[in-house]
């Protein structure tokens, strides 16, 4: 926690704060004011807001033709279905997490399994074809960043 001034007042008010406690004007953390305006990718990372990493998610889920079935800003989730696949009538679930390495700084990882739905008995993960679909929305993302 740090103490930042309030632009409004000019009291002392914590980083923390959703808004200062005697004028009730809305806090800018030091973060907020250095935030990128769009997404870049610097190695492994994404370089962005967490929000903006998660829209740019959405958008590469569905520019590789998935469904989204959620996506949560709060804990940068973002999970999806694809359509039917070599191993699976009923297509592969996936999600990719972001997790903040350092201030605006996000590595993506995930997981995907093969759906089991109505007569099939069985769902092979053929090749790591599960996994492949969640490689394949990261790297959709990291064409989008460029």
Same mark, same amino acid.
Do not use: H
């Given at each position: 926690?740090? =103490?930042?001034k309030?632009?409004?007042c000019? $009291?002392?008010v ?6 200062c406690?005697?004028?009730?004007a809305p806090?800018t953390s030091p +973060?907020?004011r250095? @935030?990128? /305006?769009?997404?870049t990718? #610097? ?6 807001t967490k *929000?903006?990493v998660?829209? =740019?998610?959405?958008s590469a889920?569905? @520019?590789?033709?998935y469904?989204v079935d &959620?996506a949560?800003? @709060? *804990?940068?989730?973002?999970?999806? /279905?694809t359509?039917m /696949?070599? !191993? &699976?009538w *009923?297509g592969? &679930?996936?999600?990719i997490?972001? #997790? #903040?390495v #350092?201030p +605006? $700084?996000?590595?993506a *990882? !995930?997981n @995907? ?7 099939q008995?069985i769902a092979l ?8 679909k969640?490689r ?5 993302? $990291?064409d989008?960043a460029?």
């Open positions: 926690m740090a =103490l930042v309030c632009e409004d000019g $009291r002392d914590s980083d923390r704060a959703p808004a406690p005697n004028c009730g806090v +973060y907020d250095n @935030a990128p /305006t769009g997404v990718v #610097e190695g492994d990372c994404f370089v962005g *929000s903006m998660v829209r =740019l998610a959405v889920v569905q @520019a590789c033709n469904k &959620s949560d800003e @709060a *804990s940068g989730l973002v999970a999806f /279905t359509g /696949t070599m !191993g &699976s *009923s592969v &679930s996936g999600s997490y972001f #997790e #903040e #350092e +605006y $700084r996000f590595r *990882s !995930g @995907a399994k093969q759906n089991v739905k109505g007569g008995m993960d053929l090749f790591g074809e599960a996994k492949g969640v394949k929305v990261v790297d959709q993302m $990291r989008m460029a």
